[in-house]
């Protein structure tokens, strides 16, 4: 098991250097110079240097007055010590408004995530138990119905609904008009009350895929040789499900979900720009379409930490459960 972390450490450790090394070639790359933007947009400041001498020095800071090779190196080494530069919008360090919008994405993607965990897995249980009925082909609609619809649709859907027509939550925001004079808890019901909609539209979107993963290996365990051996000793059916179906259910599930545990992090970019909710996902798509070049190079670099975080999470659990994986 040792040897088996250490490989795949190492290898996510090679991965992630190669994906930093494409990610600063692409803005090398990019046909305008946002550094020229910005310095210019500095320079006609009252007071400011001239053009060439702010423009000299954010060169020298994100080191782009020398080749690709050691600018990359020269990157490379600052990020390693967590300094990645400031936002040229936002106009703090990008870690320090990292830490200030991460907790919003990480708590509506958490709550998300619990919601589909707790609706997909029964329903899917209940209709592998139910094959062919009713119960089975309105879970079936229902689940395809998410795995189908978009999330600008549904979440424009569910604006117009219980925001325009019905006027009972604010369509868009983090916080009420009047969130100031509110109490501590008033505070706290305002921005659940704002939370409502996006934690609807993730959910809603994403629950399909799981809830026919479940129904799928329910299936396949009602199957199961050990599962006919335990109904023919006359074991009552409910022990069956809940004591020899359901935990091997469950192991492939853990799997997945162990895996998507990395994405809590990354935001939800269409969602959150949706109904403006000021998470990594909302700041991040501001920083990219206004050229912010720190911001955006250390969020591309931040999901592919996630994504290697996920992937390696991923391989350990499928480790544990099947011991072949660590032979071969």
Not at 78 to 106: A, H, L, M, R, T
Not at 143 to 164: C, H, Q, R, V, Y
Not at 282 to 291: E, K
């Amino acid at each position: 098991m040792r040897k088996f972390l250490i490989k795949r450490l190492l290898l996510c450790v090679l991965i992630l250097f190669l994906v930093s090394i494409i990610i600063y070639a692409i803005m090398r790359s990019l046909p305008t110079s946002y550094v020229e933007r910005v310095a210019r947009e500095r320079s006609a400041l009252p007071g400011a240097k001239s053009f060439t001498e702010i423009l000299s020095q954010l060169q020298a800071v994100y080191h782009l007055d020398s080749d690709v090779i050691p600018g990359y190196f020269g990157w490379l080494g600052e990020i390693i010590k967590g300094d990645f530069g400031d936002s040229w919008v936002y106009n703090v360090p990008v870690v320090q408004k990292f830490k200030e919008v991460i907790w919003d994405s990480f708590w509506l993607s958490f709550v998300s995530l619990l919601l589909e965990l707790v609706i997909a897995i029964p329903l899917g249980i209940l209709a592998a138990r139910r094959q062919y009925s009713r119960t089975d082909y309105a879970v079936t609609v229902f689940a395809l119905i998410g795995i189908s619809l978009p999330s600008f649709f549904f979440a424009t859907l569910l604006k117009l609904i219980f925001a325009i027509k019905l006027n009972w939550v604010d369509p868009v925001g983090k916080v009420g008009r009047f969130y100031d004079q509110l109490s501590d808890i008033g505070k706290f019901w305002d921005v659940v009350q704002h939370f409502i909609l996006p934690v609807a539209t993730l959910t809603i979107v994403s629950i399909g895929f799981l809830m026919r993963y479940t129904r799928t290996n329910m299936l396949e365990v009602l199957n199961s040789d050990y599962i006919r051996t335990a109904r023919a000793k006359g074991l009552p059916e409910k022990t069956v499900i809940n004591k020899h179906a359901f935990r091997n259910t469950l192991i492939p599930i853990i799997t997945i979900v162990g895996g998507t545990l990395p994405g809590l992090f990354s935001g939800a970019l269409i969602t959150e720009q949706l109904f403006a909710i000021p998470g990594i996902g909302y700041t991040a798509y501001n920083a990219m379409v206004q050229g912010d070049i720190p911001f955006s190079m250390f969020y591309l670099l931040f999901l592919a930490v996630l994504t290697l975080v996920g992937t390696l999470m991923a391989d350990i659990l499928y480790a544990v459960v099947d011991p072949r994986v660590r032979v071969n």
